[in-house]
């Protein structure tokens, strides 16, 4: 299968298939809601904490990997890589790598799916959770 079809297939999972991922996060058809407690970075970007939405993006020509991140004063758009698991997902949650203090959003995980969606990070982002020296991950959800 094509790397652009198991994106597709991907997204449309993320988007199609329900749960929750609490810290009051839930899916509502399209739209993953979250409500995220800490401040986070996405894409050399700090977000503060609060609601935000994940969805595709409103271009239908644009790729499948693409997704909208979208708060209340702040947005991105960002790109993200198939990745698969062993077991499905027990509930549909948010992952957090957590580097000296400071979240990095890195992962989507949707309820019943082998299959997530891996957030693809940039140098600065890398270089620092290489070097900090204190790592772990959270998971926002139950």
Known sequence: ????????????????????????????????????????????????????????????????????LQGEKDSAIFDTLASNSNDAAKSTHLVFDVADGVYFLSKIRVKGSTTGSDILKTRSEAKRIAQAKSKKSVTVGP
Do not use: W
Request: overall charge positive; cysteine-free.
């Open 1 to 68: 299968m094509s790397n652009f079809t198991i994106k597709f297939i991907l997204v449309s999972l993320f988007l199609a298939v329900g749960g929750t991922a609490t810290a009051h996060a839930q899916t509502n058809g399209a739209i993953l809601r979250a409500d995220i407690p800490y401040d986070f970075v996405l894409r050399d970007k700090t977000f503060p904490a609060g609601k935000y939405t994940i969805q595709r993006t409103y271009s239908t020509g644009d790729s499948p990997s693409l997704l909208v």
